[in-house]
C-alpha cells in the first residue's frame, strides 16, 4: 500500500508470504518504506522490514530481508525504449 504526499514523495507499507508447496511451509515480511522521485518515472526508496525472511532464488531479495533496504524503481514502456530499439543511441 502506498500513499502520495505530493508529486515527489510518498509513503508505504508492505506485507509479504512465501510459500513452500512441498513443505507446507510460511515465511512472512512487513514493513514501511519512504520514496522520492528523483525524475519523472524514477524513484529511491529506503525502507525497513520489522519481519523478513531470505530466499537465495528469490531476486531482489534484500527487500524481503529483516531490517534497512534501499532500492531504485523506475517505470518505462516502449515509448521509453524508442531511442535504444531504434538503434539512435548507438550512433
Known amino acids: 500500500m502506498t500513499h502520495e504526499i505530493n508529486a515527489d514523495w510518498d509513503i508505504g507499507a508492505t506485507a509479504q508470504m512465501l510459500m513452500d508447496r512441498d513443505t507446507r511451509g510460511r515465511q512472512y515480511a512487513a514493513g514501511i518504506e519512504a520514496g522520492y522521485q528523483l525524475q519523472r518515472n524514477m524513484w529511491v526508496s529506503a525502507g525497513y522490514n520489522l519481519l523478513g525472511f531470505k530466499e537465495r532464488d528469490l531476486a531482489g531479495a534484500d527487500a524481503t ?27
Not at 529483516?66 to 538503434?87: A, H, I
Request: aromatic letters at 12%; proline letters at 0%.
Open 65 to 91: 530481508a529483516k531490517g534497512v533496504y534501499f532500492r531504485v524503481r523506475m517505470k518505462f514502456d516502449e515509448n521509453t525504449l524508442q531511442g535504444l530499439l531504434s538503434g539512435d543511441l548507438l550512433k
